[in-house]
């Protein structure tokens, strides 16, 4: 070859995968999606592991102090133990926490256990809050309490709590940011600075105070150090140490303890979600590999269907590096459809990620932004398993002598097992897609829930800033219209409690909201127990909270007990029972629900709520007219059907529907290509050997049993390498899975059926053409 023609060899290229396309475009959308997956998990691993929560507002290695249990959860220290730990030569400061429950009032309603976060004063800076008031002490309100206790009313600013410890209260000096929401697995109400911890002692001051606040094991530890801290070494330094205080003693604690890398208040939430990323690092590689197999096989394959073509070229003159140019440009390409096609799937495997719980619990309202870096990495791996599976297979071909480069001869023991061991890995790989495929559509299928609450219901969320409105008067509005309800909070936002089951004592995570009386009607929803579906009294909890609740007797004897709910620890009675309400969609689980009168708010006006009501723009229309007359600023939403409300939800379900089954087409797309084209390149090789057989008298039966008993073979190993990682997987700490049986049987049944006829199909083709014409071609 002496001209170089770069279109004439990329198009040469392209004919050479004819009949193959479309296993090629499945083959680079899988690169580009394992590429982005791959930036997601580093860019996730980063963020968990080097990386601080944003309340913390520093960028510098922080490092947790507590005692461990056995189940990974954290227990505070005393003071002592942290002033020792500040002694330590590579320690820079060493800051705390104290997670205390602290009753006041305000207005002469009083809210008990209330949960705050009481930090060091040298915790100030880096947590982000602002001392310039540090003469005076105060409370910061979380955004959450705010909220749900106090109607996002934005004049509670410089009022008082009542404290029963200090006459003159506690001024509330600001709304924080909902990123102080919550500290690990703590959902909390307020922040205090350590003043306040004297106020919470059995002591009024002195020595004994001192004592007490040094010895009482109630501080979380948040150290600061250079780089050649060593958190073991330090902790197996710290416990040698006398923690003791002379005079005060709170026992000794069996619990060992621990300096955990970065800010771990939740160490067991934190291990859960390690061990996420741990599983999705674990796709990504396994994905990864299946691609590089199975475009290897690919590649293999073809350069043995292709074997007489090149012969032929390298007798009419063409070098080595002809052939390896035009293949590096085409993989070149590939490469940069790869890329294009990366975009897209970074969009949608990061929206999937940050919705998922686990990512909101614990980075909040944290955005994932993808570097540089990171991406380019991803790409960089793709480029190099592309150019690797185009050219490793065309220089082993291209090594062999020029005569004697055959097609026809049999391959080595260590080809064979080779070839049998790529096999087993594609074959586990799609057993565990289809059954996780399978898995999750059960799951949601299982989880699927018709309705028949009107979902035609328009919502609409007001906003009145720092000018409250009457909400019984906006109930008062056009009462001859259709009902209309007013909701503490938007229909798929509500608030979060922990509840102890009164009969069990079992902790109950339930959904909370307040609603006015027209709300069932506006819903159209079933209850039990309520006649006109009204209630201005009592709560009504949904058909889930019921069997939660009351596990053996008949739901109906709920009606008429009484539970406590609420910081006021007041006591309600169940009035109601209500159909499932699906507040996140049709396939998501039921959260159990309490559902309170707005009149239990106990106050009349309101600033942030949302309007429900029957779809009709006239009536949106007259109730922003309404609104503005009362707030000329007021913020009012669009009208939006409860319809499209949880549709956001139900995407988000089908996300993580569509994205199983993007991973199980890649992966079971991959292994049946690949298998496909390695016995397609077989049977070129063995061809001699199968017309022999079949000129001597075996049967077709015979050699199709022959052939299929190695896809067979590999089959078994393949499940039995599956359950036993199954097993292993098992009988580790996170011993939370179990074997779905008709999962596991769907995944078998698939997996045999596509080796069945990746083996048959070829060999069929091969069995069909008369043995003369089969011997001659040989």
Excluded at 376 to 392: K, R, V, Y
Excluded at 459 to 477: E, K
Excluded at 503 to 527: P, R, Y
Aim: with cysteine; charged share 15%; proline share 3%.
């Amino acid at each position: 070859m002496t001209a170089n023609n770069t279109l004439f060899e990329l198009l040469c290229e392209w004919r050479r995968w004819r009949g193959q396309y479309f296993k090629l475009a499945l083959i680079l959308f899988g690169f580009a999606f394992s590429a982005a997956l791959l930036a997601i998990a580093l860019r996730l691993g980063g963020m968990l592991f080097y990386e601080n929560p944003q309340w913390t507002n520093t960028d510098k290695p922080l490092y947790t102090v507590g005692r461990l249990h056995e189940n990974n959860s954290l227990s505070p220290v005393s003071r002592q133990a942290l002033e020792k730990l500040k002694t330590f030569p590579v320690v820079e400061d060493v800051s705390w926490l104290v997670i205390k429950k602290y009753s006041f009032s305000l207005n002469n309603q009083t809210f008990n256990a209330v949960n705050s976060a009481v930090f060091s004063a040298n915790s100030a800076e880096s947590i982000g809050l602002d001392m310039a008031q540090s003469s005076v002490l105060g409370i910061w309100l979380t955004h959450r309490f705010w909220q749900e206790n106090l109607n996002s009313n934005p004049e509670v600013v410089g009022k008082v709590f009542s404290f029963k410890r200090l006459p003159q209260g506690l001024p509330v000096l600001g709304v924080l940011d909902q990123k102080y929401d919550q500290v690990g697995a703590e959902l909390l109400d307020a922040w205090l600075p350590e003043d306040m911890l004297q106020y919470s002692t059995p002591f009024t001051g002195g020595m004994m105070l001192d004592r007490f606040l040094l010895a009482a094991p109630m501080y979380y530890g948040l150290v600061s150090a250079s780089g050649e801290f060593e958190p073991h070494q330090a902790t197996a330094q710290l416990a040698e140490l006398d923690l003791s205080v002379k005079g005060m003693s709170f026992g000794k604690s069996t619990l060992p303890l621990a300096i955990l890398s970065g800010v771990q208040f939740d160490p067991k939430g934190y291990q859960r979600l390690v061990f996420t990323w741990q599983l999705l690092l674990g796709l990504v590689v396994s994905l990864w590999l299946i691609l590089i197999f199975t475009l290897f096989s690919l590649s293999s394959s073809r350069a043995i269907l292709i074997a007489d073509e090149l012969r032929t070229l390298r007798l009419l003159g063409a070098q080595n590096r002809d052939f390896f140019r035009s293949a590096m440009r085409f993989a070149f390409v590939m490469a940069c459809v790869v890329c294009i096609l990366i975009y897209p799937c970074l969009a949608f495997l990061k929206a999937m990620v940050q919705s998922t719980a686990g990512y909101q619990q614990y980075f909040s309202q944290q955005d994932m932004v993808l570097n540089g870096a990171v991406l380019l990495s991803a790409i960089l791996m793709m480029i190099l398993s592309l150019l690797a599976c185009a050219g490793i297979p065309l220089l082993n071909l291209l090594k062999k002598d020029l005569f004697t480069r055959q097609t026809n001869h049999s391959a080595s023991l260590w080809q064979k097992l080779l070839s049998q061991g790529i096999l087993v890995l594609q074959l586990s790989a799609a057993l565990v897609a289809i059954y996780t495929l399978t898995f999750v559509v059960k799951e949601q299928w299982q989880q699927y829930q018709q309705t028949s609450i009107a979902l035609s219901a328009t919502q609409t969320q007001v906003d009145t800033g720092n000018f409250p409105i009457s909400w019984r008067q906006l109930l008062a509005q056009d009462k001859g219209a259709e009902a209309k309800a007013i909701l503490s909070s938007s229909f798929a936002q509500l608030n979060r409690y922990e509840f102890k089951a009164p009969q069990t004592g079992q902790e109950i995570n339930i959904a909370t909201m307040h609603a006015s009386s027209e709300f069932f009607n506006v819903l159209d929803a079933k209850v039990t127990g309520l006649e006109s579906k009204q209630w201005h009294s009592g709560v009504v909890i949904n058909h889930t909270f019921a069997e939660r609740l009351n596990q053996h007797d008949d739901l109906m004897s709920l009606l008429g007990t009484q539970i406590q709910y609420g910081l006021q620890e007041q006591t309600y009675t169940i009035t109601g029972i209500v159909e499932d309400i699906p507040h996140w969609g049709r396939s998501q689980s039921v959260q159990p629900t309490l559902y309170l009168p707005l009149e239990q708010l106990n106050s009349d006006t309101m600033a942030v709520f949302t309007v429900l009501q029957s779809p009709q723009s006239k009536q949106h229309a007259q109730l922003a007219a309404w609104v503005k007359s009362q707030v000329p600023s007021a913020k009012v939403s669009d009208a939006q059907t409860l319809e499209l409300v949880i549709q956001v939800f139900d995407q988000q379900s089908q996300d993580v529907l569509w994205f199983a089954l993007l991973v199980a087409a890649v992966i079971v797309g991959g292994v049946f290509s690949g298998l496909w084209y390695q016995i397609q390149a077989q049977l070129r090789v063995e061809k001699q050997a199968i017309s022999v057989l079949l000129a001597i008298g075996a049967s077709e039966q015979f050699v199709l049993l022959t052939r299929l008993k190695y896809s067979l073979l590999a089959l078994a190993v393949a499940i039995f390498t599956s359950l036993t990682v199954f097993v292993l997987f098992n009988s580790s700490s996170f011993n939370t899975l179990q074997l779905d049986i008709l999962a596991a049987l769907s995944a078998v049944l698939v997996t045999f059926v596509l080796s069945a006829v990746a083996v048959v199909l070829p060999l069929r083709k091969l069995l069909n053409q008369p043995i003369q014409q089969s011997l001659r071609e040989l």
